[in-house]
Nanobody
Framework: QVQLVESGGGLVQAGGSLRLSCAASGRTYRRYTMGWFRQAPGKEREFVAAISWSGSSTYYTDSVKGRFTISRDNAKNAVYLQMNSLKPEDTAVYYC????????????????WGQGTQVTVSS
C-alpha cells in the first residue's frame, strides 16, 4: 500500500514557476515508477511526466518538455515536479501517481493516486 499527498499548487502568472511535491508513504514506495498527471475541466486526465524507481529514466509529454522537470528523493519518500515558463494551458488539477508495472504513460496502469493539487496560470 502506498499513500500519496500532493502539495505546492497555487495561482501564478504566465511565465512564472511552481514546484509541486508528492509525499509518499509505504514500505514499497521505492519500487514504484512515479508519475504526474493533470486534468483540466471538461478534459481527460493526461500524462505529464514520470520517473523510474531509480531516477535514471524520465519521461515527459511533448507540451512540457524543456519547461518541466521531474525528480525524486527516495531517502525522503518524495517526488517533485518543477514547472517553469508556465502557460495558461497548464491550468489543471495535478495528480501524483505510483506505478508498479505497465506503461508510464498510461493512467490506467497506475496503482495509487493522490488527491490532486490545483494549479492555475493566469494570462
Amino acid at each position: 500500500q502506498v499513500q500519496l499527498v500532493e502539495s505546492g499548487g497555487g495561482l501564478v502568472q504566465a511565465g512564472g514557476s511552481l514546484r509541486l511535491s508528492c509525499a509518499a508513504s509505504g514500505r514499497t514506495y521505492r519500487r514504484y515508477t512515479m508519475g504526474w498527471f493533470r486534468q483540466a475541466p471538461g478534459k481527460e486526465r493526461e500524462f505529464v511526466a514520470a520517473i523510474s524507481w531509480s531516477g535514471s529514466s524520465t519521461y515527459y509529454t511533448d507540451s512540457v518538455k524543456g519547461r518541466f522537470t521531474i525528480s525524486r528523493d527516495n531517502a525522503k519518500n518524495a517526488v517533485y515536479l518543477q514547472m517553469n515558463s508556465l502557460k495558461p494551458e497548464d491550468t489543471a488539477v495535478y495528480y501524483c501517481a505510483a506505478l508498479y508495472s505497465g506503461s508510464a504513460y498510461a493512467a490506467k496502469d497506475y496503482d495509487y493516486w493522490g488527491q490532486g493539487t490545483q494549479v492555475t496560470v493566469s494570462s
